[in-house]
Structures are given as C-alpha cells and as structure tokens.
C-alpha cells in the first residue's frame, strides 16, 4: 500500500474536516442558494486556508462569517448554478493577487487537465501541500439519477478496508490524500465537513458514462 498525503494537517471547523455548505443555512429545515449550491464556494475556500499563513484550525461561527464575506467579495454563487470551474480559477487569480502576503509561494490556476494527466496533476498537487478541488458531475444536465460512491475506510491487520457509507453528484469535493494498493486506486476526500474516499477508476468511469471533462476535472494549481 502507497500513501500521498498533504504535509500540513487538513482544515479543522471544531473538530469537522474541512468545511460544509450546510452550516450556511440560516433555518435548519430552510434550504439557501449558499447552502444548496455553495460546494465549490467551500472548496475554493478551504485549498486558500490551506496553503495560506492563516489558522487552519476554527470556530464555526468564524468559518461562516467567513465564507459569507468570500461569496460577497469573490466567488459569487449563482443560485440554481452555483460556480462553474472556470469562473472557480478566475476568482482564484484574483484572489492570489490581491492577498499575496498570505502565501509564501506564487501559483498558477487553471481550471481542468488532459485525462491521461489528471492523475499525475493530483498527486503532484498533494506533494506540494495543496488540495484538490475535484467536480463531479453530470455538469449542466440536471435530472440524472446515477451518483458516484463514496467509501469509508478501516484498516485491519494494515490492510485497508473500504466500505460504502453515501454517495454524491453535482458536488466539488477536495482530494487530500491517495492510496494506492494492488487492487484500488482511492482519493482520500473532504465533503461536508467528513472524511470520505472515492475509487479513482470509478471516477473515471462516472464522467465517461455520465458527464465530461470539461464539468468533472480539478481545479489544477501549480507552484511557479
């Protein structure tokens, strides 16, 4: 079994992993345009936090005051359409310029990679310590029943177990780690605030069948 991990420990919202578009519901039983369609807002959010010299570890109450004031400023969520992943790197561009004194590095955005690259472009991103906005689809067309599985994992004796626990569409998520064994391929992910893990071939199956690259890829962040 093969691991790629980040090098700094993940987001934390007391004690989630990473953030959760759920939180922004102002009515617990009350759906909002952010709440509904804020993922790729979340995920924007949290990779920023990440490879900033910002705290990574918050209070909710700091999270959400937090990712109100990104959607007012930068990554404006359209209600029904959320953000598209072009529009994703665009405020990323923006945002790397007017806050450079929160990195110590310079990057380069652009949204989606080749799919014979993807892979690599990943695990390349995780070496340098930047998560991965990854999308999946089926894009514009809305209505469609199939959804990509997400696993949980225990491990016995050292050898991974995946079991699965729920599953997604329509959704960005961010990759923070891989592990890679003689049988599987999977994308350690953040969604909802949870731990989760998706089969790469799986994936890779899901946009085929069901969406394509121009929709489900990542958001490709690259060290200058």
């Given at each position: 079994?093969?691991?790629?991990?980040?090098?700094?420990?993940?987001?934390?919202?007391?004690?989630?992993?990473?953030?959760?578009?759920?939180?922004?519901?102002?009515?617990a039983?009350?759906?909002?345009?952010?709440?509904?369609?804020?993922?790729?807002?979340?995920?924007?959010?949290?990779?920023?936090?990440?490879?900033?010299d910002?705290?990574?570890s918050?209070s909710?109450?700091?999270?959400?005051?937090?990712?109100?004031?990104?959607?007012?400023?930068?990554?404006?969520?359209l209600?029904?359409?959320?953000?598209?992943?072009?529009?994703?790197?665009?405020?990323?561009?923006?945002?790397?310029?007017?806050?450079?004194?929160?990195?110590?590095?310079?990057y380069?955005?652009?949204?989606?990679?080749?799919?014979?690259?993807?892979?690599?472009?990943?695990?390349?991103?995780?070496?340098?310590?930047?998560?991965?906005?990854?999308?999946?689809?089926?894009?514009?067309?809305?209505?469609?029943?199939?959804?990509?599985?997400?696993?949980?994992?225990?491990?016995?004796d050292?050898?991974?177990?995946?079991?699965?626990?729920?599953?997604?569409?329509?959704?960005?998520?961010?990759?923070?780690?891989?592990?890679?064994?003689?049988?599987?391929?999977?994308?350690?992910?953040?969604?909802?605030?949870?731990?989760y893990?998706?089969?790469y071939?799986e994936?890779?199956?899901?946009?085929?069948k069901h969406?394509?690259?121009?929709f489900?890829n990542?958001?490709?962040?690259?060290?200058?």
């Amino acid at each position: 079994m093969q691991k790629v991990s980040l090098k700094k420990e993940y987001i934390s919202v007391d004690g989630s992993y990473g953030g959760n578009q759920r939180w922004l519901r102002k009515d617990a039983d009350k759906a909002n345009t952010l709440s509904d369609y804020g993922c790729g807002l979340i995920s924007a959010n949290d990779v920023l936090l990440h490879i900033s010299d910002k705290a990574n570890s918050t209070s909710k109450e700091k999270y959400i005051a937090a990712i109100r004031e990104m959607n007012r400023r930068y990554f404006h969520v359209l209600p029904f359409l959320g953000v598209s992943g072009i529009m994703l790197s665009f405020y990323m561009r923006i945002y790397f310029l007017m806050h450079r004194k929160h990195f110590d590095r310079r990057y380069k955005v652009r949204w989606g990679v080749l799919p014979k690259k993807q892979f690599a472009c990943i695990k390349e991103m995780l070496e340098n310590d930047i998560p991965v906005v990854l999308s999946i689809g089926p894009g514009l067309i809305r209505g469609r029943k199939k959804e990509l599985t997400l696993y949980s994992l225990n491990e016995t004796d050292g050898k991974p177990h995946f079991t699965q626990v729920n599953s997604v569409k329509d959704h960005y998520v961010n990759v923070t780690g891989i592990i890679e064994t003689e049988s599987s391929t999977m994308l350690e992910i953040s969604s909802w605030g949870k731990k989760y893990y998706i089969d790469y071939n799986e994936y890779r199956d899901f946009v085929r069948k069901h969406d394509n690259y121009l929709f489900s890829n990542i958001l490709y962040i690259k060290v200058k």
